[in-house]
């Protein structure tokens, strides 16, 4: 390491990578050896015009069309003269590992080899082919399931029936795997097929059987099979043979064609301080693209993480690491994950991620892999643009974050119930902040999406100065105390604002939560401390009982009320306010909202969204949102990234 051969000078040290690609087939690894100091900083830096790429991949070239008459029965008439094959073996290739069972909840260690071209992933053969899905037709007689709501239960564990007789034209089904949100809109899992009957049209999955059981009509689709490359961009690798077939977008020669390998991070600093690394491209791994573990202010900087298996980068303790001006495209898992700070004594980890392109994230997990996951004290994120996500753009848990100037758009693709901005279930995350962001144009399926999603209770975040255009639940409390929602600007929102009191709710399920799920955060991190520091707190000692008194348990227990909400000095173009489950208007601190439930041609407008001066609703202490410094920043560092891509 730099540190122990003394070779650190004054001011610090710059090492430069030339221009070209680093392939790699194990971890780049820095350790504590190899920081250097607050006053002489560590840099690795791709030459200035020249694209410096870690590749944990390989670019391949070779590929012949297909004249194996038995491969091209089995493909539709129209795939036999457009795919392509590739002998892999003969290449040297043979550790592609394997597809396991991924998505909510399920492992996300890396797993099998994915193909790209021309920069963007391809997809895995499929049926039906991308952005459509069967749905799950019944369950077998006896089975014990029914048509509403099949568990796991009966006599075939992990079974459900299919429509149609598709499946009969597939020879080989050793390698099938399903995709689905089994029960829920918001819980997805990749399941291997142990038992295909195709007379009876059912599907057996290997333990551990989908999420929360399968439900009759829930959307499904097969993957991973060679007579459903049927279409460009659908690949099939066949790991017997090693036979890579590839139906490619355009003609095989024009684009890099890259087939991910390395299973490991490519670049991990494990007690690292005081080093940045700059203007580089880190591309295909089945891992993930950077993981820091400890140490003191190291940063990623202008460079473009794409093509990844796992998460762009982990950020797991430590103090002040930042990632700042990166791209982040097209990852199977989330785009930054920061994990630091100490909740119980409120220390500020100082993490950051500012600046950041995010787009495409969840290729594979989909569900709760954001863009930016968050956990912990302290920490920011600012002036990023997030879009193009089947799940949730920013998820924290934690306090005292600050989340500001960021623009999303076109989240929830694949999924409902899902919030943009999404943090829940403890009323001990206090401190948090969400001001001056854009969100517009939402997704969602189902019940939809909501713009802001304080779930479960949560309670006590500041939403100030935030613009939501064309969002489904724009800020939704759900069940919640002392939320602030001040001078936010909505336009054409269904509604602006709702609000729940679940926490009242008396069934099993929602008492449960409350009065011991609940209880139990609470009593994990230090009372003193958080109610100095968090004053509200104090006020649910009339629900629960003070500290060191006597619970209240039992029938005594009424629950915990939606109160201390304030809703003030906001601006509405559309639908305004709505309550519901157990809440009423009552419940909240309505102050000062300028509302036009009907709006015509007054509604402020994209891009700007600008109020004229004389708007009543500057009357009613509503202020100026600077909306022209929300999202992206011009400097030096995305300026080199627009030239090398």
Known sequence: GMKTRGSVPRGGRTIWLQGGDYQRTQTFQLSADDSGTITSPIVWRGVEDQRVRLLGGRSLTGFSPVTNSTILARLEEPARSQVQQLDLYTLGLTNFGELRSRGFGRATTP?????FFGGRPMTLARWPNEGSFEKIAGFPAGSGKDDDHGGNVGDLPGGFLYAGDRPRRWQD???LWVHGYWAWDWANSYERVVELDRDRRFIRTAPPHGLYGFRAGQRFYFLNVLEELDQPGEWYLETASGVLYFWPPKPIGTAEVVLSLLDQPLLRLTDVSFVTFRGLQLEASRGAGVEIRGGTS?????????NLGNTGVTIEGGRGHGVRSCDVFDTGDGGVSLAGGNRQTLEPSGHFVENCHFQRQGRWSKCYVPAVLLSGVGQRVAHNLI???PHSAILFTGNEHLIEFNEIHHIALETGDVGAIYTGRDYSFRGNRIRYNYLHETGGVGMGSMGVYLDDCVSGVEVYGNVFYQVHWAVFIGGGRDHRVEKNLFVDCD???????????P???????????????LAAVPAALYRQRYPALKSLDSWYGAPGATPITGDAFKGVPPEGNLIARNVS??????????????????RDNFVVEKPGDERPRPPLFRLQPDDPAFKLGFEAIPFDQIGLRPDADRLRLSQIR
């Open 173 to 175: 089904v050793s390698s």
């Open 387 to 389: 879009h193009d996500h």
């Open 495 to 505: 509604p602006a604002v709702r609000v729940d009191g679940r926490g009242l709710d």
């Open 573 to 590: 173009y559309g639908p305004w306010l709505e309550t519901a489950w157990k809440a009423n208007p009552g419940d909240l601190q309505l």
């Open 111 to 115: 797993a099998h080899s994915e193909l």
């Open 507 to 521: 069934s099993p399920v929602w008492r449960n939560m409350v009065a011991d799920y609940m209880r139990g955060q």
């Open 298 to 306: 190291n940063l990623i900087a202008g460079c473009a993480l794409r």
